[in-house]
């Protein structure tokens, strides 16, 4: 009766078909939250480093703008990315059109393909 049962049912892995993720943290957003995290401290450390009277503050407000841009991010690509990010790719244009063909050796080979004219009309019999 096991061997029954064993042949009715397969072992699958539950890991198939699931997104890579670092704990809570999708795999797919992991890069462009660095670049967000680190795009916020040159903003804030860099352009506007000298408005800020102590350290604490510059770290809260890098903080809160890192925290604004990676949530923005994560709304809008996180789940069903596709539906944001595939606005920006570019769709090619068809055209139709007609290209000359020009030799490479410089040599004119329509003149000798193209049939000569008769000086004299022909004579029909």
């Given amino acids: 009766m096991s061997e029954e049962r064993e042949q009715d049912f397969r072992p699958v892995n539950q890991i198939l078909g699931a997104q890579p993720s670092l704990g ?3 795999a797919d957003q992991i890069f462009p939250w660095l ?3 680190l795009t916020s ?3 804030i450390n ?3 480093g000298g408005l800020f ?3 604490f503050q510059k770290w809260l407000w890098t903080i809160l703008i890192a925290g604004w841009g990676i949530a923005t991010w994560w709304i809008l690509s996180g789940g069903r990315s596709w539906r944001f990010l595939s606005k920006f790719i570019g769709v090619p244009t068809w ?3 007609f290209a000359r063909y020009q030799s490479l050796l410089e040599i004119n080979h329509e003149a ?3 049939k000569k004219k008769h000086r004299y009309p022909r004579k029909r019999k």
């Fill in 24 to 26: 809570p943290i999708p």
């Fill in 35 to 37: 670049v967000i995290a």
């Fill in 41 to 43: 401290y040159f903003i």
């Fill in 46 to 48: 860099g352009v506007f």
């Fill in 53 to 55: 009277a102590d350290d």
């Fill in 95 to 97: 055209t139709r059109g």
């Fill in 112 to 114: 000798k393909n193209r």
